[in-house]
């Protein structure tokens, strides 16, 4: 299983949030590249990378910074926010990242542009409140079921996708396992990557245990910063 590092963007800095609140913000650097480059050193298989300001907005904000991280590392990143448009997504994957989230964009109707011109490229990052989705920066809830919105997204040839509890991003108070379960035995052929609230090693080791059903690995945030994972433990005991 991936153990998936997260870098969020915002007023070029690498903060965290917590439950998506812009207000409730805490600066970790003042240089998101040079976390990259610490992130891949230590052993880390691929970087998520989120543009905050860019969520909130959007459109891309901190794009010139998401590029040089790219280019700085030799692992692949991915990149979600504010990822609204065809353009947003093809000068991203120009300039070499392979990996692109998008979120809002896939309620429009127009998604299918999207995935005839960049199949190979695209995850959709699915954010959830009381598993129902959550759009535009986690400011409107749908009433649309996580699962059921999954199912649609298998139809149109989405393999992977990234699924954020938001009620757990953030809190540290342990995965939303309940609902990574029923996505997984709901949505077979779907390869997952789940997000929030992984707070300890026996938070990844509980998570390990639905490799099986799906699950491609963890994006792993707040509990890094604060040192409550040795990320360098991590990779060796999961990766």
Request: charged share 25%.
């Amino acid at each position: 299983m991936l153990i998936i590092p997260a870098i969020d963007i915002k007023n070029g800095k690498c903060v965290r949030l917590i439950q998506g609140d812009p207000k409730r913000e805490t600066v970790y650097s003042d240089n998101p590249v040079s976390m990259a480059k610490s992130f891949e050193k230590i052993g880390a298989k691929l970087i998520h990378v989120v543009d905050l300001d860019g969520a909130f907005s959007g459109f891309p904000v901190n794009r010139d910074i998401v590029i040089e991280i790219a280019k700085s590392v030799s692992i692949q990143i991915e990149i979600g926010g504010g990822i609204r448009s065809l353009e947003a997504v093809e000068e991203y994957v120009s300039a070499g990242i392979k990996r692109v989230i998008l979120g809002t964009v896939v309620i429009g109707k127009h998604f299918e542009e999207y995935t005839k011109r960049f199949q190979d490229n695209i995850i959709v990052g699915i954010d959830a409140k009381d598993s129902m989705i959550a759009t535009h920066g986690w400011k409107n809830v749908s009433s649309k079921s996580a699962v059921e919105y999954i199912k649609e997204l298998r139809a149109t040839g989405i393999k992977e996708i990234i699924y954020t509890d938001i009620a757990t991003d953030g809190m540290l108070t342990g995965p939303n396992y309940q609902s990574i379960e029923n996505i997984l035995k709901e949505s077979e052929g779907i390869s997952l990557i789940a997000s929030g609230g992984v707070s300890s090693i026996e938070d990844i080791e509980r998570l390990n245990e639905y490799t099986l059903m799906g699950l491609k690995g963890c994006i792993v945030g707040k509990a890094i910063y604060d040192k409550r994972i040795d990320f360098r433990e991590a990779v060796n005991r999961f990766h």
